[in-house]
């Protein structure tokens, strides 16, 4: 190794420290595309709650071709007396920065905005999972009983999801699965010779069933080599979906999601709160569906 005696240029190591290293922010693995909350429709709420009427039957007498005296029927809608009212659900942290680390380390990147970036991108994240599977508004804790399909052989064959969308057939939107359950359906189709097309969304490629895009999402668990597939209607002009938000929060950044600054206390530590209200209701028991207890770990040997 030479010697500072008989180098006759300026090393590497002594170099860089008179360059500049060109930095990224900083990267987060677990930020996904949050397909889910894209595609549902959001509606605003006051106060925080939603409520979703309903008619109590269906059954409405009418006629129709009366060409004698007979008597026109009488009828009437009736409205269900209580109602389901929807509550906001909170998702809330709180993100402390030192003061030092902020004043004196800010460029190029901007420690405060770096940290509720990437904090505000875990919360949204945490969003997205609870609209999946929260036990009082989550997407797999409302579909009605007979909205709910079993595999035939247990994995997702295209008979499987065909029976799926026989249940939620009026306008369906997407469906909604773990990429691996999405993976073992496209095995099937190509064990079956009926490769599924696909679509682009957003700019992005999406394997279609019937026309109905597969989207992918990570929030769908896979316990013990099962998981679940949904099949959504969107929209609340068509007795759909939606998700709820509450507009014009202190501090808003986007639709329900509000960052405020607390102070700084005696350790010099500056604290932010950052909070995103949101919920979701099914307006319909027709709008949502599911395919249970789906096996992703089945493979084919093709000669």
Same mark, same amino acid.
Request: some cysteine; proline content about 8%.
């Given at each position: 190794?030479?010697?500072?005696?008989?180098?006759?240029?300026?090393?590497?190591?002594?170099?860089?420290?008179?360059?500049?290293?060109?930095?990224?922010?900083?990267?987060?693995? /677990?930020?996904?595309?949050?397909?889910?909350?894209?595609?549902?429709?959001?509606?605003?709420?006051?106060?925080?709650?939603?409520?979703?009427?309903?008619?109590?039957?269906?059954?409405?007498?009418?006629?129709?071709?009366?060409?004698?005296?007979?008597?026109?029927?009488?009828?009437?809608?009736?409205?269900?007396?209580?109602?389901?009212?929807?509550?906001?659900?909170?998702?809330?942290?709180?993100?402390?920065?030192?003061?030092?680390?902020?004043?004196?380390?800010?460029?190029?990147?901007?420690?405060?905005?770096?940290?509720?970036?990437?904090?505000?991108?875990?919360?949204?994240?945490?969003?997205?999972?609870?609209?999946?599977?929260?036990?009082?508004?989550?997407?797999?804790?409302?579909? /009605?009983?007979?909205?709910?399909?079993?595999?035939?052989?247990?994995?997702?064959?295209?008979?499987?999801?065909?029976?799926?969308?026989?249940?939620?057939?009026?306008?369906?939107?997407?469906?909604?699965?773990?990429?691996?359950?999405?993976?073992?359906?496209?095995?099937?189709?190509?064990?079956?010779?009926?490769?599924?097309?696909?679509?682009?969304?957003?700019?992005?490629?999406?394997?279609?069933?019937?026309?109905?895009?597969?989207?992918?999402?990570?929030?769908?668990?896979?316990?013990?080599?099962?998981?679940?597939?949904?099949?959504?209607?969107?929209?609340?002009?068509?007795?759909?979906?939606?998700?709820?938000?509450?507009?014009?929060?202190?501090?808003?950044?986007?639709?329900?999601?509000?960052?405020?600054?607390?102070?700084?206390?005696?350790?010099?530590?500056?604290?932010?709160?950052?909070?995103?209200?949101?919920?979701?209701?099914?307006?319909?028991?027709?709008?949502?569906?599911?395919?249970?207890?789906?096996?992703?770990?089945?493979?084919?040997?093709?000669?």
């Amino acid at each position: 190794m030479p010697t500072h005696e008989n180098r006759r240029a300026l090393g590497d190591v002594a170099a860089r420290k008179l360059a500049n290293t060109t930095k990224t922010p900083p990267q987060l693995t /677990a930020i996904t595309p949050r397909w889910l909350v894209q595609l549902l429709s959001w509606v605003p709420v006051e106060s925080g709650t939603y409520r979703v009427n309903k008619a109590k039957n269906d059954e409405i007498d009418v006629a129709c071709g009366s060409r004698d005296e007979r008597k026109i029927p009488e009828s009437f809608v009736d409205y269900e007396e209580k109602p389901r009212e929807y509550t906001l659900s909170a998702i809330s942290t709180v993100v402390d920065v030192h003061t030092r680390v902020s004043d004196l380390y800010s460029h190029p990147y901007d420690q405060i905005r770096e940290q509720l970036r990437l904090t505000v991108e875990k919360v949204k994240e945490r969003q997205e999972y609870e609209l999946v599977n929260n036990a009082d508004y989550g997407l797999l804790h409302n579909v /009605a009983p007979e909205s709910r399909v079993k595999p035939r052989k247990g994995a997702p064959t295209p008979d499987d999801l065909d029976e799926l969308l026989s249940k939620i057939w009026k306008e369906p939107a997407f469906f909604l699965a773990h990429p691996s359950a999405i993976a073992a359906f496209g095995r099937e189709c190509t064990r079956r010779g009926v490769p599924p097309p696909t679509a682009t969304i957003f700019g992005s490629p999406f394997l279609t069933w019937r026309g109905i895009p597969l989207i992918p999402s990570d929030k769908q668990n896979v316990d013990a080599g099962k998981t679940n597939i949904l099949l959504l209607r969107t929209g609340k002009k068509r007795q759909r979906k939606v998700c709820l938000f509450q507009p014009g929060l202190p501090g808003e950044q986007t639709p329900g999601l509000s960052v405020r600054f607390m102070g700084i206390d005696r350790n010099s530590l500056a604290s932010y709160l950052v909070s995103l209200y949101c919920s979701a209701a099914v307006l319909t028991e027709d709008a949502l569906g599911v395919l249970e207890n789906v096996e992703v770990g089945n493979y084919y040997e093709y000669k």
